[in-house]
């Protein structure tokens, strides 16, 4: 498959779907063997192993999958905040931030698409986004309202779906799957770690398998032949192995996670993006209050910043060059002294901006990585 890059464009109009083969001068012969080849393609883009189909009918390109998973931070706690009131008084909400005189032209398809939530939130019409597993997936086209928190307010999945969906032809689709206070060394642990299974690494496989099958039901138009590619895998999480136990392995697990994913989905080129704990910024100001002397300091922070360092250094592995990234999101904490939110330090505060910015952070790291892998292909 070719990634077609494409310049950032706000808010595409849906997609028109071509149906059925384009009009071709066909023998009789072809009219006999062109049955047979459906039926091969259906048998290619749904086998067990989930391998995708590399090639769908002309004029109609495969599904790009990407895969969001992790503990509460990929839950999403934003606030949203009101898209109909004035924004300046609504501190720590994303509506503060996009409707900022230095923003509002640029963000502005948020809320200004023809399909709208109630609230008057955009309904993007080439995203789509999936969450939970079994019966309790819900989908639809890629709004806010997907975030952890009885669904409520949203997560890095709005700034990733903007991302992508602004930069491809293709139709996007988000899985997301996620656990809050769940930790990388024992509930999402990978087979290749040893030890027991950890219990959410199922739910992530199920998740996607599951999301590959109803791909008829979750994007309009969408029919076997057309085909999917699993593209890309992002992960934010990390709060929860930041202990005496856990820290000291991050780094082997995470490798084997993304590892035995690409092995689970026979996808060797699903590329990996990896955000930062960036919760409490650089300096872990907030986090370390209380704390009288240095050494305190350092103690407090410590297996913050052994998960931190595992983050930043998976992309440098000689395995991972050109398919790995890791993002950058410390810059993005906002101290609530000076705007706002909530006092849940290790949800940024139920911050918007701060959300939102991961989310676009993250999305853009993904580009950067298909880019690269689009320019070694040719």
């Known amino acids: 498959m070719t990634i077609k890059f494409t310049k950032t464009n706000p808010m595409r109009q849906q997609r028109c779907f071509a149906k059925g083969w384009p009009f071709l001068a066909l023998t009789t012969a072809l009219h006999r063997v062109l049955p047979c080849l459906g039926l091969i393609a259906a048998l290619l883009v749904f086998p067990s192993d989930l391998r995708a189909a590399e090639k769908g009918p002309a004029g109609k390109k495969p599904v790009l999958i990407f895969l969001l998973s992790g503990q509460s931070n990929m839950s999403g706690r934003g606030e949203l905040g009101d898209v109909n009131k004035p924004a300046a008084p609504q501190n720590a909400t994303l509506v503060r931030f996009i409707k900022a005189p230095e923003n509002v032209e640029k963000y502005k398809s948020l809320y200004s698409g023809p399909n709208k939530t109630p609230s008057g939130w955009t309904i993007r019409e080439d995203v789509f986004i999936t969450m939970g597993t079994g019966t309790d997936a819900v989908h639809s086209g890629l709004k806010p309202g997907y975030g952890g928190f009885r669904n409520k307010g949203f997560g890095p999945e709005l700034g990733i779906g903007y991302v992508l969906g602004d930069k491809y032809d293709e139709t996007v689709l988000l899985v997301k799957v996620a656990f ?199």
């Open 180 to 378: 809050g206070a769940n930790s990388l060394g024992v509930n999402f642990r990978p087979p290749s770690s040893g030890g027991q299974l950890g219990d959410k690494y199922p739910l992530v496989v199920e998740a996607l398998r599951n999301a590959v099958a109803r791909l008829p039901e979750i994007v309009p138009g969408y029919d076997k032949a057309q085909g999917y590619k699993i593209a890309g895998f992002f992960w934010n999480q990390g709060e929860h192995d930041a202990n005496e136990k856990l820290a000291p392995e991050y780094g082997r697990n995470l490798t084997n996670l993304i590892k035995d994913l690409r092995k689970e989905f026979e996808a060797p080129d699903m590329q990996a993006v990896v955000a930062i704990t960036g919760c409490y910024g650089r300096d872990f100001a907030d986090l370390v209050q209380g704390n009288a002397t240095q050494e305190q300091k350092d103690k407090a922070t410590k297996w913050w910043r052994m998960v931190r360092d595992a983050q930043v250094g998976i992309s440098q592995r000689p395995e991972f060059k050109g398919n790995v990234a890791t993002a950058e999101t410390r810059d993005f904490w906002r101290p609530r002294e000076e705007f706002g939110g909530s006092k849940q330090g290790i949800h940024w505060n139920n911050n918007g901006e701060s959300y939102w910015l991961m989310g676009e952070e993250m999305g853009q790291a993904m580009v950067e990585l298909l880019k690269t892998r689009e320019i070694q292909r040719q």
